[in-house]
């Protein structure tokens, strides 16, 4: 593995899916999920039980959130990178390069991340405002609003990052299966979360 290798495809994939309108548009439903729970129509509460509106609970709101949003819709938002490598024909002029597939996939993989760590940023950015839109007179502390983030989205980020890539490598995942397998476990592990 290259290093060198890695942060160019990662580079290359990054710069041109920052110039696709779906990641836009899918940041645009991120802001419109944040306006929803700032205004009180999305919450998060454990077995009827409401937090109160510091900076922990602001952002472990939106962080749970997002946390959903990144792990069903951004899914299927980023895992298209191979694919759209073999259909452009830039995948016939990576393989006949000094690129190694695990640098190729690598770079995919982190490419992927920074994408979905860039729609994370909006939930990240609502978080205070959902605390000033409260008001309830709690002071705004720094790591108790970033905390949520590192240990809720950063985690899920990277694991549908690699995740999306493993789907794009596989034959039968690849196409309309994949996604109805994808979308069923995405199901079954929210269900098990909730008991």
């Not at 309108?21 to 039980?49: D, H, K, N, R, W």
């Not at 709690?138 to 985690?155: G, I, K, N």
């Amino acid at each position: 593995m290259n290093p060198r290798h890695t942060w160019a495809v990662a580079q290359a994939d990054l710069r041109e899916r920052m110039r696709r309108p779906s990641v836009y548009m899918t940041m645009g439903v991120a802001a419109f999920l944040c306006y929803l729970t700032i205004i009180g129509q999305a919450e998060v509460s454990f077995e009827a039980t409401h937090g109160v509106w510091n900076s922990a609970w602001s952002a472990g709101t939106l962080a749970v959130i997002g946390t959903c949003y990144l792990t069903l819709v951004c899914f299927f938002v980023v895992r298209n990178g191979v694919q759209r490598d073999e259909e452009t024909g830039v995948g016939k002029l990576i393989a006949t390069s000094a690129v190694s597939d695990f640098s190729y996939l690598l770079g995919k993989g982190l490419s992927n991340f920074v994408v979905l760590l860039a729609i994370a940023g909006v939930f990240l950015a609502s978080a205070p405002l959902l605390q000033w839109h409260h008001q309830a007179g709690y002071a705004f502390r720094v790591w108790e609003f970033v905390t949520p983030f590192l240990y809720l989205v950063v985690p899920a980020a990277a694991f549908i990052a690699g995740l999306a890539v493993l789907f794009e490598c596989h034959p039968w995942l690849k196409r309309g299966v994949g996604n109805v397998l994808y979308v069923m476990l995405w199901i079954g592990m929210v269900i098990e979360s909730a008991m």
